[in-house]
């Protein structure tokens, strides 16, 4: 079974975080949110999410897969927090995925895991940071390699599908979303 890590931020997306959340728990990866800071995290629209963990449990442990949810400000935060960086340096060194959604990507970004590679986010996000190694793309989802980034808040469920399909397959995907009625 997958390990996947979720971080949640304060002010992260939660119609993104619950969907990768919702999706790959339903394709039976055991997957680990974990918050930045004690207590729950208070979402971009005042939802509250309670994470598993608090970071610092998780340093250590081996996940196949780290995802980033984006909105603003949780996106800013993931991305000025040194042990965000550490986990995707140590997980992309390892082989294993990263992913992020909206403007989540700037913290791949940031880490240098889209350095030389197709990638995509929320409109303007990537523009913004005058990357020149970087071939930005406006489709709702990207994988280069072992990174993968989406648009935002309306592809999260393409996201999702696609996670699963990379950790587990097609067959996985398509049973996961017969169950949505999509």
């Given at each position: 079974m997958a390990s996947v890590l979720i971080p949640l931020a304060q002010g992260c997306e939660e119609l993104e975080a619950v969907t990768l959340i919702d999706l790959l728990r339903r394709a039976g990866f055991e997957v680990v949110t974990a918050g930045l800071e004690p207590g729950p995290v208070i979402a971009s629209r005042g939802v509250t999410l309670l994470p598993d963990k608090l970071l610092d449990?998780?340093?250590?442990?081996?996940?196949?897969?780290?995802?980033l949810p984006g909105g603003l400000p949780g996106a800013d935060h993931l991305n000025d927090d040194p042990r965000i960086h550490k986990l995707l340096e140590r997980i992309s060194s390892e082989q294993g995925y990263t992913a992020a959604i909206?403007?989540?990507?700037?913290?791949?970004?940031?880490?240098?895991?889209?350095?030389?590679r197709r990638?995509?986010?929320?409109?303007?996000v990537l523009d913004s940071l005058n990357l020149t190694n970087v071939s930005i793309d406006s489709s709702a989802v990207v994988r280069d390699g072992q990174v993968i980034t989406s648009r935002g808040p309306g592809t999260a469920m393409d996201f999702a599908l696609a996670l699963i399909v990379i950790l587990a397959g097609e067959a996985k995907r398509a049973e996961v979303e017969a169950g949505l009625v999509r």
């Open positions: 449990e998780v340093m250590d442990q081996t996940f196949q897969m780290m995802v909206c403007a989540a990507p700037k913290v791949l970004a940031r880490a240098g895991l889209l350095a030389g990638a995509t986010a929320y409109p303007g």
